[in-house]
RNA sequence: GGGCACGUAGCUCAGUGGGAGAGCACUACGUUGACAUCGUAGGGGUCGGCAGUUCAAUCCUGCCCGUGCCCACCA
């Protein structure tokens, strides 16, 4: 027996056990169904769950248990990412609490820290998803640094450097002077801030009281400047090309520059280089041959390169040193206050990024690339909402190098060896780089391993097909790859979407997945992202511990609509928490009236027109949801069945059923039973993916399946437009509009609700007769009637009339009901009416309309006329009735 | 500066070239052996503004206003 009130936390974990327990959860490659593979977004080892994992996880976990049930092989890849920099930092700010630093440990020592912590603290999030509900291949998990994806990354980074596709080079690179180390594009946030602007004249060399000014936000970095450029074509500085300027407080000649990137229109025209420490400058530098002068170390402290005085002073004090002695040298023209952005961390949100030049290995990602535009433009890849294609375009189709060496110690470490005269050795073992070296060299070489580590995107980059075993040629990799669809949320597109495609196409030679879906971001109520910074963080957990997994889950899913992002509302999940107490009492009805699943239940064989409608409904609701799930519009999917479930089973299918269940006709009550459970049961079916934890429960009380009886296992169902009847559809749906209208005058009437009044039909047609005695049982419950009479003549004095298709109906209780309000209503509805037909008359009066628009729309409008016409006519002449009474 | 979304009921959001929808909130009434975490009924919207295309525009096009995001630049 199920208990009076549904509390979900009762079942969540036991279930979830059993799942798991039971291995459904498995991939089995060595069957013959159909593949179905989607590949986990490996969280950060050191995450734990947030809203967009649920949503991302949610939405994954349906489309699995939607294929399982199919019957499909079904490969969700879990596993967890080694997250460099984020998981150095944490046992880092560990070390650190016990007064050390990893420097203290050595390489080795901090890396068995890492490890230890990985092994205490790593699994949380895992173990957040088992919560959820989430039923990927938990036997598979992996991580990316485990053993085998390692040895991935390992061949990968040889063969592209074989391939010349990996290069090292000396470049500006965005440094992060707190971490010391390279940060990539992606990872620096451009913020505004207030600041200013320094115009700083530079005296001409061997000229008295010239100067040529510039201005600049980071006065300090002219202590490496080595050019001023001006645009070739500005007259103003024609005769100074090739001339020099006296770099003040350096005191050292720079020249004088023609190059383009200077725009006259602004500032003064003239601008100073900095090459080793601004992007641009470093491509005028180079095209002008410039040095390249470093004047920061690692820290962003000033470096030998600079003038005495200034060395080792942090850049801000060096800032303020430099301003200080320009201004005493009566150079600094003028400071403005603006406004304008700075490139910070985006991790730690605190530190401002360096350009900072240093020799690291970089991806050829313009080639790798090619391709990889190629697929998705010939659709072999397809984004979801297809939008998102064009981002991934104009990213991709202005792709910069990609620096993927990190100086860090947590990753997988780059596979290069330098010999004594700096010469490198690229290969998968050090031995293998020995051989080469001592063939070089000779016996007795002493080679060095690469300090550098790879960037966590490097790996990651190749999931879809190092889970799966690559290089070696696995059962996995040939049946699982590519996958079926990737379900991920547009901030990583670059960091992750971008770079599987690379390198899934450039090693498979095939698409890692087909389809992208890229899902919305979830922000809270207010339409906040969420930040800890913020405080605005709701947390997953908590949702589940107050109202269920169930209901998150739907929630999340219900408001997924494509190209939208969620505001998620505490109260959504409230109401959807309702929507599963619903269903638990509607199984509990169930029980109450023995109404089971029976075996052998055949729904094309029915009497009942009752049944044969539900019958009908559950069909379309099965195919809503179908559709919606192949064109991933989850929250169509989700309402199909919450409308189905709600707003016609429970409202009106087990309201109809009440009278038949307690009537006599046993033949029809049997049918009715086993309709219901029948109807239950697919609906726990149909559910079941969004809410797998209350379906299960109701599943296993409905009936005993034995053994193999678990929700999570069965079939979705194979039916379809047979079952459809729609005879019975027209039927149950006058019936369903006789009874509203009824209930709808009297609402509006204020017959007291309990009050059984008579109903008086006039005009009924055949067909309307044969359902008013059909049904008579039925319209007397829901309606509230005492009896239904048919008549003839004129409607007794002061009667509440109405109108359902051609059919008067009389409420003839003048004596409860006051008749004022009565003709108020009658004047009401007659002028909405009157109103609907003047617009629609209109329409038909108008010659353009009648030449050009459509036969159907034509013949719809007329009939809609006739019919506001009918209903007119008979509504005044009730009124009328009233009126002389 | 370039691009992409979005603007529909008090709130959160679906939706469609031809009669404006849901959930929550609100109002009234609660009866019937599943359910008050509920039921029945109801009120509420010139579908951001202005033009254009069309017989017909909330929907298509353009412009404008507002909001959010992404990218780039910033002498």
């Given at each position: 027996?199920?208990?009076?009130?549904?509390?979900?936390?009762?079942?969540?974990?036991?279930?979830?056990?059993?799942?798991?327990?039971?291995?459904?959860?498995?991939?089995?490659?060595?069957s013959?169904?159909?593949?179905?593979?989607?590949?986990?977004?490996?969280?950060?080892?050191?995450?734990s769950?947030?809203?967009?994992?649920?949503?991302?996880?949610?939405?994954?976990?349906?489309?699995?248990?939607?294929?399982?049930?199919?019957?499909?092989?079904?490969?969700?890849?879990?596993?967890?990412?080694?997250?460099?920099?984020?998981?150095?930092?944490?046992?880092?700010?560990?070390?650190?609490?016990?007064?050390k630093?990893?420097?203290?440990?050595?390489?080795?020592?901090?890396?068995?820290?890492?490890?230890?912590?990985?092994?205490?603290?790593?699994?949380?999030?895992?173990?957040?998803?088992?919560?959820?509900?989430?039923?990927?291949?938990?036997?598979?998990?992996?991580?990316?640094?485990?053993?085998?994806?390692?040895?991935?990354?390992?061949?990968?980074?040889?063969?592209?450097?074989?391939?010349?596709?990996?290069?090292?080079?000396?470049?500006?690179?965005?440094?992060?002077?707190?971490?010391?180390?390279?940060?990539?594009?992606?990872?620096?946030?451009?913020?505004?801030?207030?600041g200013?602007?320094?115009?700083?004249?530079?005296?001409?060399?061997?000229?008295?009281?010239?100067?040529?000014?510039?201005?600049?936000?980071?006065?300090?970095?002219?202590?490496?400047?080595?050019?001023?450029?001006?645009?070739?074509?500005?007259?103003?500085?024609?005769?100074?090309?090739?001339?020099f300027?006296?770099?003040?407080?350096?005191?050292?000649?720079?020249?004088?520059?023609?190059?383009?990137?200077?725009?006259?229109?602004?500032?003064?025209?003239?601008?100073?280089?900095?090459?080793?420490?601004?992007f641009?400058?470093?491509?005028?530098?180079k095209?002008?041959?410039?040095?390249?002068?470093?004047?920061?170390d690692?820290s962003?402290?000033?470096?030998?390169?600079?003038?005495?005085?200034?060395?080792?002073?942090?850049?801000?004090?060096?800032?303020?040193?430099?301003?200080?002695?320009?201004?005493?040298?009566?150079?600094?023209?003028e400071?403005?206050?603006?406004?304008?952005?700075?490139?910070?961390?985006?991790?730690?949100?605190?530190?401002?990024?360096?350009?900072?030049l240093?020799?690291?290995?970089?991806?050829?990602?313009?080639?790798?690339?090619?391709?990889?535009?190629?697929?998705?433009?010939?659709?072999?890849?397809?984004?979801?909402?297809?939008?998102?294609?064009?981002?991934?375009?104009?990213?991709?189709?202005?792709?910069?190098?990609?620096?993927?060496?990190?100086q860090?110690?947590?990753?997988?470490r780059?596979?290069?060896?330098?010999?004594?005269?700096?010469?490198?050795?690229?290969?998968?073992?050090?031995?293998?780089?020995?051989?080469?070296?001592?063939?070089?060299?000779?016996?007795?070489?002493?080679?060095?391993?690469?300090?550098?580590?790879?960037?966590?995107?490097f790996?990651?980059?190749?999931?879809?097909?190092?889970?799966?075993?690559?290089?070696?040629?696995?059962?996995?990799?040939?049946?699982?790859?590519?996958?079926?669809?990737?379900?991920?949320?547009?901030?990583?597109?670059?960091?992750?979407?971008?770079?599987?495609?690379?390198?899934?196409?450039?090693?498979?030679?095939?698409?890692?997945?087909?389809?992208?879906?890229?899902?919305?971001?979830?922000?809270d109520?207010?339409?906040?992202?969420?930040?800890?910074?913020?405080?605005?963080?709701?947390?997953?957990?908590?949702?589940?511990?107050?109202?269920?997994?169930?209901?998150?889950?739907?929630?999340?899913?219900?408001?997924?609509?494509?190209?939208?992002?969620?505001?998620?509302?505490?109260?959504?999940?409230?109401?959807?928490?309702?929507?599963?107490?619903?269903?638990?009492?509607?199984?509990?009805?169930?029980?109450?009236?023995?109404c089971?699943?029976?075996?052998?239940?055949?729904?094309?064989?029915?009497?009942?027109?009752?049944?044969?409608?539900?019958?009908?409904?559950?069909?379309?609701?099965?195919?809503?949801?179908?559709?919606?799930?192949?064109?991933?519009?989850?929250?169509?999917?989700?309402?199909?069945?919450?409308?189905?479930?709600?707003?016609?089973?429970?409202?009106?299918?087990l309201e109809?059923?009440?009278?038949?269940?307690?009537?006599?006709?046993?033949?029809?009550?049997?049918?009715?039973?086993?309709?219901?459970?029948?109807?239950l049961?697919?609906?726990?079916?149909?559910?079941?993916?969004?809410?797998?934890?209350?379906?299960?429960?109701?599943?296993?009380?409905?009936?005993?399946?034995?053994?193999?009886?678990?929700?999570?296992?069965?079939?979705?169902?194979?039916?379809?437009?047979?079952?459809?009847?729609?005879?019975?559809?027209?039927?149950?749906?006058?019936?369903?509009?006789?009874?509203s209208?009824?209930r709808?005058?009297?609402?509006?009437?204020?017959?007291?609700?309990?009050?059984?009044?008579?109903?008086?039909?006039?005009?009924?047609?055949?067909?309307?007769?044969?359902?008013?005695?059909?049904?008579?049982?039925?319209?007397?419950?829901?309606?509230?009637?005492?009896?239904?009479?048919?008549?003839?003549?004129?409607?007794?004095?002061?009667?509440?009339?109405?109108?359902?298709?051609?059919?008067?109906?009389?409420?003839?209780?003048?004596?409860?009901?006051?008749?004022?309000?009565?003709?108020?209503?009658?004047?009401?509805?007659?002028?909405?009416?009157?109103?609907?037909?003047?617009?629609?008359?209109?329409?038909?009066?108008?010659?353009?309309?009648?030449?050009?628009?459509?036969?159907?729309?034509?013949?719809?409008?007329?009939?809609?006329?006739?019919?506001?016409?009918?209903?007119?006519?008979?509504?005044?002449?009730?009124?009328?009735?009233?009126?002389?009474?």
């Open positions: 027996m199920l208990d009076k009130t549904f509390q979900p936390e009762t079942i969540e974990l036991d279930y979830y056990n059993e799942w798991e327990g039971s291995g459904i959860f498995a991939a089995k490659p060595e013959n169904n159909a593949p179905f593979t989607v590949m986990m977004p490996p969280p950060n080892v050191t995450g769950l947030h809203m967009g994992h649920a949503l991302n996880m949610t939405l994954q976990d349906i489309l699995t248990r939607y294929a399982r049930m199919q019957n499909k092989d079904a490969l969700w890849q879990p596993g967890t990412d080694h997250a460099g920099i984020a998981t150095q930092m944490v046992v880092e700010r560990q070390l650190e609490s016990e007064g630093h990893r420097r203290d440990l050595g390489r080795e020592g901090f890396l068995e820290k890492v490890w230890e912590w990985k092994e205490e603290s790593g699994g949380t999030i895992v173990n957040q998803l088992r919560r959820l509900g989430a039923t990927p291949d938990w036997d598979r998990e992996r991580f990316t640094m485990d053993e085998g994806l390692s040895t991935a990354v390992r061949r990968v980074f040889v063969r592209l450097h074989k391939e010349g596709l990996i290069y090292r080079d000396k470049r500006l690179v965005n440094w992060d002077p707190k971490l010391h180390t390279a940060v990539s594009d992606l990872e620096v946030e451009q913020r505004e801030v207030k200013h602007m320094w115009h700083i004249r530079y005296p001409i060399e061997g000229e008295q009281e010239r100067f040529i000014t510039v201005a600049t936000t980071r006065p300090e970095t002219m202590l490496g400047d080595t050019a001023i450029a001006v645009n070739p074509e500005d007259e103003r500085y024609k005769e100074l090309i090739g001339k300027a006296v770099l003040p407080i350096c005191n050292r000649p720079i020249p004088i520059v023609a190059d383009e990137y200077s725009d006259p229109e602004k500032g003064s025209g003239a601008v100073k280089i900095t090459p080793a420490h601004d641009n400058d470093f491509e005028v530098g095209r002008h041959n410039l040095p390249m002068i470093n004047i920061f690692e962003a402290c000033i470096s030998d390169e600079a003038p005495e005085a200034y060395r080792g002073l942090d850049r801000y004090e060096a800032r303020k040193k430099v301003l200080q002695e320009l201004e005493e040298l009566d150079l600094l023209v400071v403005e206050d603006i406004k304008h952005s700075v490139p910070y961390d985006e991790k730690t949100k605190t530190t401002v990024i360096e350009p900072f240093t020799d690291q290995w970089y991806v050829d990602a313009e080639t790798l690339a090619k391709p990889a535009i190629e697929a998705v433009r010939s659709g072999k890849t397809e984004f979801v909402p297809k939008q998102w294609e064009n981002t991934y375009f104009s990213w991709m189709e202005n792709i910069q190098p990609w620096c993927i060496s990190r860090l110690w947590w990753g997988h780059i596979p290069a060896w330098y010999g004594p005269d700096g010469s490198i050795f690229v290969a998968e073992t050090e031995d293998e780089a020995m051989v080469e070296a001592k063939a070089r060299f000779g016996d007795g070489v002493i080679l060095r391993q690469d300090d550098d580590v790879l960037d966590t995107w790996s990651s980059a190749l999931w879809p097909f190092s889970t799966l075993g690559w290089p070696d040629e696995t059962p996995e990799l040939a049946k699982y790859y590519p996958g079926d669809v990737l379900i991920t949320g547009f901030d990583i597109i670059f960091f992750w979407v971008a770079r599987m495609m690379m390198m899934g196409i450039h090693f498979m030679d095939e698409v890692p997945f087909k389809k992208v879906y890229i899902h919305a971001l979830v922000r109520s207010k339409g906040q992202k969420m930040s800890k910074t913020k405080g605005n963080v709701i947390n997953p957990l908590d949702l589940i511990e107050k109202y269920g997994t169930d209901a998150l889950r739907f929630t999340l899913t219900a408001m997924a609509a494509q190209g939208r992002d969620i505001r998620l509302s505490e109260d959504r999940v409230e109401g959807y928490r309702n929507f599963a107490t619903k269903l638990w009492n509607a199984a509990r009805y169930c029980e109450m009236n023995e089971r699943p029976v075996v052998g239940f055949d729904p094309t064989k029915l009497d009942g027109t009752l049944n044969k409608w539900i019958v009908s409904e559950v069909v379309k609701a099965k195919q809503g949801i179908e559709t919606a799930l192949d064109l991933y519009k989850f929250n169509d999917a989700a309402n199909s069945i919450y409308h189905f479930t709600w707003g016609t089973f429970c409202d009106w299918y109809f059923s009440k009278p038949v269940l307690n009537g006599d006709d046993a033949a029809l009550k049997e049918e009715t039973r086993q309709t219901t459970g029948w109807v049961d697919q609906i726990l079916t149909l559910l079941n993916p969004f809410m797998p934890f209350v379906t299960e429960k109701l599943f296993e009380e409905m009936a005993d399946r034995g053994d193999e009886g678990r929700l999570i296992a069965s079939q979705w169902p194979q039916y379809g437009a047979e079952l459809v009847n729609e005879d019975a559809v027209t039927k149950i749906d006058w019936l369903m509009r006789f009874i209208e009824i709808s005058v009297r609402s509006d009437m204020n017959v007291p609700a309990g009050a059984k009044i008579k109903l008086l039909v006039k005009d009924a047609c055949a067909k309307t007769q044969e359902g008013l005695q059909e049904y008579d049982v039925i319209l007397k419950q829901m309606a509230r009637l005492s009896d239904i009479e048919i008549i003839d003549g004129e409607p007794p004095k002061g009667s509440i009339q109405t109108v359902v298709d051609k059919t008067m109906l009389i409420l003839p209780i003048a004596d409860i009901i006051d008749l004022d309000q009565e003709r108020d209503r009658l004047r009401k509805q007659i002028g909405k009416l009157e109103l609907d037909i003047k617009k629609i008359s209109q329409k038909l009066e108008d010659k353009r309309f009648i030449s050009n628009a459509p036969e159907e729309i034509i013949a719809e409008q007329k009939s809609r006329r006739e019919e506001a016409e009918m209903i007119r006519n008979k509504l005044s002449q009730a009124l009328k009735q009233l009126e002389a009474a």
